[in-house]
T-cell receptor
Framework: QKEVEQNSGPLSVPEGAIASLNCTYS??????FFWYRQYSGKSPELIMF????GDKEDGRFTAQLNKASQYVSLLIRDSQPSDSATYLC???????????FGSGTQLTVLP | GAGVSQSPSNKVTEKGKDVELRCDPI?????LYWYRQSLGQGLEFLIY????????KSGLPSDRFSAERTGGSVSTLTIQRTQQEDSAVYLC?????????????FGPGTRLTVT
């Protein structure tokens, strides 16, 4: 069974700090990896998509993928109170295009 | 439209009734997904459509659930003989490549309550 694990948190960081969110997955055939932000009562919003080993940067967000170790992380630099949300990791495996989601990490950025 | 739309936004139904949920994806997006999210839980995959290919139905929890996508656009998710455990937010997402950039957007969801 394909599993995606995230620390549920809550994770609290002070404003301006770097928030680090981690995700591990069980299926070595996984090919694409996604990070979503979900505010309470709202739908998930895709913030990062990565499929190659290494780092991918987009503004204050950096996704880091290590397929050998089967983990993907999300770094949020200069965290803002508006970044407070639940962050969901999702993994797409092989020819099956369904996404398997982790249970999410709740992040709170303290002003 | 500017985004993925879903209707109805809320649906309360009695146990045993059938319900139909609708999703209008972003024009040009070839992939369409249905998920559901129970209170405080992660997202559970239900079904995936890609272009004209046969859908991936591997996430449908029982044969009471079915979905179709007409003309590669609008999709409907039908739940027959609803049960209380079907209560959840049903989310639709569409995805595709636009000008070399991958896009994926979720709709606002349909909150289903089975009484």
């Amino acid at each position: 069974q394909k599993e995606v694990e995230q620390n549920s948190g809550p994770l609290s960081v002070p404003e301006g700090a770097i928030a680090s969110l981690n995700c591990t997955y069980s299926d070595r055939g996984s090919q694409s990896f996604f990070w979503y932000r979900q505010y309470s009562g709202k739908s998930p919003e895709l913030i990062m998509f990565i499929y190659s080993n290494g780092d991918k940067e987009d503004g204050r967000f950096t996704a880091q993928l290590n397929k050998a170790s089967q983990y993907v992380s999300l770094l949020i630099r200069d965290s803002q109170p508006s970044d407070s949300a639940t962050y969901l990791c999702a993994v797409e495996s092989g020819s099956a295009r369904q996404l398997t989601f982790g249970s999410g990490t709740q992040l709170t950025v303290l002003p | 439209g500017a985004g993925v739309s879903q209707s109805p936004s809320n649906k309360v139904t009695e146990k045993g009734k059938d319900v139909e949920l609708r999703c209008d994806p972003i024009s040009g997006h070839t992939a369409l997904y249905w998920y559901r999210q129970s209170l405080g839980q992660g997202l559970e995959f239900l079904i995936y459509f890609q272009g004209n290919s046969a859908p991936d139905k591997s996430g449908l929890p029982s044969d009471r659930f079915s979905a179709e996508r007409t003309g590669g656009s609008v999709s409907t998710l039908t739940i027959q003989r609803t049960q209380q455990e079907d209560s959840a937010v049903y989310l639709c997402a569409s995805s595709g490549w636009t000008s070399g950039t991958y896009e994926q957007y979720f709709g606002p969801g349909t909150r289903l309550t089975v009484t």
